[in-house]
Structures are given as C-alpha cells and as structure tokens.
C-alpha cells in the first residue's frame, strides 16, 4: 500500500537477520576453526513510476510516461561463510592439529561425513582418533585411525609416527572450491564435491583460531542495530501518518 | 527469531568458563606437580539438511595438560621429581592403584613411607633401628642401620601410559587409571625404560601465570561483549514488539 512501509520492513527484516549471523560470529570468537559468516545483501527490482499528462489534441485522453524508478527495498540474498584463515596459536598438545590449507575429514557414528579445521583431537576410548564430540578422523583411504600409545609425531603432510618410529598411517586433509562447501555447523562443513588432496602445511601442537574478530564483529552489530532502529522509527512514523490520514482525513 | 539472544548466553556461558579455568590454575600456580586445565569452545557438526540454528558455542571441552613444570631444588632426602612423562604407582587406603607425579615422600607413625597419605606401591617403611631414608636416582630408597651403613629397604615403581588424558583427577594431584588409558608400563626408574629421577629436586606445576592472567584479562572483555549481545538483541525485539503501539 504505502511503499514506504514495505522498503522500511524490508530492510528491518534484513538487519534481523543479519543481526543472527553477527551474534553468533560475535559468540564464536575464539571457537577453534570457525568462519564467520557475512550477509549479501540484494536490492528487489526498482519499480517504474508513471504519470499521466493530457495528450496532445485532438485525443481526448491521457499518456502514461514514466517519470522514474523506485527502490522496493533490499533483502538478505545469501549468508556466507568467509574462509579467510584464522590464526594458529600454538598449544604445545601433541594431539591438537591445525591446517594452513584444506579440511580434515571427519565422519560420525551413522557414517556422515563432515570436513573442519577444527583440529583438536584426541583418542576415543579404544584408541582411535577421534573428535572431542566423539566423531572419527579419516585416513587417505577413509578408514578410521587406531592409534599406539605414547606421544605421536605428525609431520605437515599429515603423516603419523609413532613413538617408537613406526608410520601409523596419513591424515586426509581435502580441499575445496569455497562455492563447494555448505555449512554444517560452527566450525564444520558438507559437499558434495569429491575435494582435492592437500600436501602440507599441517602444524602439530597448535590450533586455528576463529577469524571472527570481535572489533569488527561488534562494530557492524551496532550499524545494524542503528539501521533496524531508524527503520524502525521510520515505520512507526509512517503507520502514525496512516492512522492521522485514515482517522482525520475521513473526517467530514 | 531468539538465536541471537541464545548465541550470546552461550557466549556468556563460554567465558564464564573460560574465567573459572584461569582462576582454578592460578590458585594451583604454586602447588608442585599440578597440571593446568585449559577449556576450548568447538562446533557441533549439524548435517545439512537438519536445520542450521545459529546458536553460538557449540560445545566446550575441558582438557588437563600433562606438559611438565619446572624442576627446582628442594633440601629433602625424600624429595624427587621425575624425568620423564612417567608417573609413580601409589595405593590408597582403600586398595586403589592410583598414580601421581609428586615425588614427596613422608614418614607416617609407624614408618610407612607415604606420599600425601597414600602408600607407596609396593609398600615401603623404614624398619625399627634404622633412620635417614633417601631415594636414590633409581628409586632405591634406603636407611641407615646402627652400624651406620646404608642399606636397601624398598623400591619406588613408576609407570607409564598410552593415553596419558585418558587419567581420572581424584583431586591433589592422584590420578586413577580410567577407560583408555591404552597399554600401562611398569618399572623403575633407570630400567632402560623409565628415565631416572632427579633427587632433592620437586617438580613445580605446568602453570604460566601470565598466559593464566592474559586469559582472564581477554574472557571478561569478550564476557562484556556478549552482554552487549545480549542488550542488542534484547533492544531489536522491544523495538519490534513497539511497532504497534
């Protein structure tokens, strides 16, 4: 009805949700091998505007001519993941991996596959290697990795030693195109893409940091909100002008 | 519509947490042997297709690190620290085999060599008519009999394990063998297999005050974040609910 209102709402409705992605980067600051999330936002089509001016003579009748265009406000396109790397902070725990490039592979109990830079593993309690939530690191033939005891060497090709010197098996760390990769929770993500084989940059005893920063993280929390205030504002204005046109005007 | 309100209570749960942690090693600092416990805020993997919430820290995990801490000497014939990631076998007074790093040795009533009240494993005391125990590099603690030679009275027995994480704390620095702790070494310490220990020497814990404090400094300034959070989103859902007034 009133275009005002719906480009006010729309651009209420993107900040909300915008606002979900910020909090939850801004949440996950220091979760290991999180990529924070970023809103693309799109414009909906302008809309023409016309107007009628008389016709020259002798028709008896009105041209429509368009005068302009106007925005029918934005909404939120796409949320996502920014792989911009963290940073990796050393740890000093054998056990705690992280990766310069690529993912390491991980699968769940029903078999569910899932790949992350969150490299802080340990052993399951049979002695394979697995997650903190209780999911299996992958080999380069897929299989799960039963792990001797004592301390263990990984090289950055993702190569087990064991203490006593004897290869226990490689890591299979992938890689993919960004547009490959879907979101499957924080610090984890799902594709359909077979992913290529990555050769290095492994680093033992340390993990990747999230790269959300909380300066920027914050700073855009409050645009936003100042954003979803102002067209907050702008929608409660407009319904008063609607109220006063409804109630007054029809006042005779 | 809430998972901003849920995203920063997470936040705020995770700092609190990570506060707890640096406090719990800062007031350990001191205690020799102690081991530091860090806590790590991970994802939970979600599979697409279930509903992606964002509702910030997935999980925390809490780990105990068994680095070790500094050797410094200490004037004590019963005091020892071990060299490598070795642990020494102790019983409880109910018949437990726990292990622990503190190598310091006491004296009971009776003789019984003990280490904070538990007993060595095997038990080891002093007979009467003896005095002055020491250990030894090897872990031969010995005494001094009334001719004033030096004789064996028992031995120290170490341990060592596949998955040192896999320790169960029972608190003051005794830990008890929990499910998967992998293969369980015993010797002695200078068997070829166990390094041997440093005499009069007590190992420190593995805590660094100033990445404890640095910890706590950055949590309560991300803790203030979160509330920020927290005010935000509660302030865009008062404003929504104002729209119709």
């Known amino acids: 009805m009133i275009k005002g209102l719906y480009s006010a709402y729309s651009a209420m409705k993107v900040a909300w949700q915008f606002q979900e992605a910020i909090a939850n980067n801004v949440a996950n600051t220091d979760t290991i091998g999180f990529k924070r999330e970023l809103a693309l936002l799109g414009s909906y089509e302008n809309v023409l505007l016309s107007e009628s001016t008389p016709s020259p003579a002798p028709l008896n009748s009105r041209i429509q001519q368009i005068v302009g265009q106007i925005g029918t406000g934005t909404f939120v396109a796409e949320v996502v993941s920014d792989f911009t790397d963290g940073a990796i902070e050393e740890t000093k725990r054998d056990l705690d991996l992280a990766l310069e490039d690529g993912f390491f592979v991980i699968e769940d109990d029903e078999g569910e596959r899932f790949y992350t830079r969150d490299g802080r593993f340990g052993r399951a309690v049979d002695g394979t290697l697995a997650t903190s939530q209780g999911l299996f690191v992958l080999d380069e033939n897929d299989q799960r990795i039963t792990l001797p005891g004592g301390v263990l060497t990984i090289d950055e090709s993702g190569l087990i030693v064991g203490a006593d010197g004897a290869e226990v098996a490689t890591l299979n760390i992938l890689d993919f195109a960004r547009t490959d990769l879907l979101r499957a929770g924080e610090a984890y993500f799902q594709s359909d893409a077979q992913g290529t084989p990555v050769f290095g940059g492994l680093v033992q005893g340390a993990l990747e940091s999230s790269n959300a920063e909380l300066i920027d993280e914050l700073t855009t929390l409050m645009a936003v909100f100042r954003t979803f205030q102002a067209n907050q504002t702008i929608l409660a204005k407009l319904d008063e002008s609607l109220q006063t046109a409804t109630e007054s005007l029809g006042d005779v | ?245």
Request: glycine letters at 12%; charged letters at 20%.
């Open chain 2, 1 to 245: 519509m809430t998972s901003m309100l849920s995203a920063a209570a997470s936040g705020l749960k995770y700092y609190q947490k990570v506060m707890d942690v640096a406090g719990e090693n800062l007031a350990n600092a001191n205690v020799p042997t102690y081991r530091r416990i860090r806590v790590v805020a991970e994802g939970r993997p979600t599979p697409v297709g279930t509903g992606l919430t964002r509702n910030g820290v997935g999980s925390f995990t809490i780990d105990r690190l068994f680095d070790a801490g500094k050797v410094s000497l200490f004037d004590d014939p019963l005091a020892f620290a071990i060299n490598d990631d070795a642990f020494i076998r102790v019983t409880s007074p109910d018949g437990t085999l726990m292990l622990t790093r503190l190598g310091k040795l006491t004296i009971d009533g009776s003789g019984l060599l003990m280490i904070a009240g538990q007993t060595l494993e095997p038990p080891v005391s002093v007979p009467d008519g003896l005095s002055h125990p020491e250990v030894a590099y090897d872990g031969v603690v010995s005494a001094l009999n009334p001719d004033l030679e030096r004789v064996p009275i028992g031995q120290i027995t170490m341990a060592k394990l596949g998955n040192v994480e896999a320790l169960e704390p029972v608190g003051a620095g005794f830990y008890t063998l929990g499910e998967g702790v992998g293969t369980v070494v015993e010797g002695t310490p200078g068997d070829g297999l166990f390094l041997p220990v440093i005499v009069s020497g007590l190992e420190s814990s593995n805590v660094d005050p100033t990445t404890q404090f640095t910890t706590m400094m950055q949590a309560q300034r991300a803790y203030s974040s979160s509330t920020r959070t927290f005010r935000v989103g509660d302030d865009m859902l008062a404003l929504a609910a104002d729209l119709t007034q």
